[in-house]
Nanobody, 130 residues
Framework: QAQLVESGGGVVQPGESLTLSCSTS???????????VGWFRQAPGGQREWVSCISRDDDRATYGDAVWGRFTISRDNAKTTVYLQINHLQPEDTAVYFCAAGYWRGGDYCARSAGEYHFWGQGTQVAVST
């Protein structure tokens, strides 16, 4: 069973915005506030692409080049939910979006490789269509 759950996906038109959420599922064996959290996406027929990450200790955000300036990652104050705000959606943003949690030695570190993450959600679909 997935230990993370994503929500907030949907069908939108180009230029619109969405906010995706990531939190632990009822099967989770850990607390999200002790982990760095990343977002990945996978378009139909494509490979999983790293999108963004927020670090564990200082909430430092990093972004992939393809989304820089349009995506914003954040946590709530209790650090139990991580959000990915997506502005100015474009058809090429159509994908299944996954969140993942990783525990790394450095509290300000953020991984870009999927293999460095320990827990995953099942994804939420974002479709941008006219």
């Amino acid at each position: 069973q997935a230990q993370l759950v994503e929500s907030g996906g949907g069908v939108v038109q180009p230029g619109e915005s969405l906010t995706l959420s990531c939190s632990t599922s009822t099967f989770a064996t850990f607390s999200l506030n002790y982990y760095g959290v990343g977002w990945f996406r996978q378009a139909p027929g494509g490979q999983r692409e790293w999108v963004s990450c927020i670090s564990r200790d200082d909430d430092r955000a990093t972004y992939g080049d393809a989304v820089w300036g349009r995506f914003t990652i954040s946590r709530d104050n209790a650090k139990t939910t991580v959000y990915l705000q997506i502005n100015h959606l474009q058809p090429e943003d159509t994908a299944v979006y996954f969140c993942a949690a990783g525990y790394w030695r450095g509290g300000d570190y953020c991984a870009r490789s999927a293999g460095e993450y320990h827990f995953w959600g099942q994804g939420t679909q974002v479709a941008v269509s006219t």
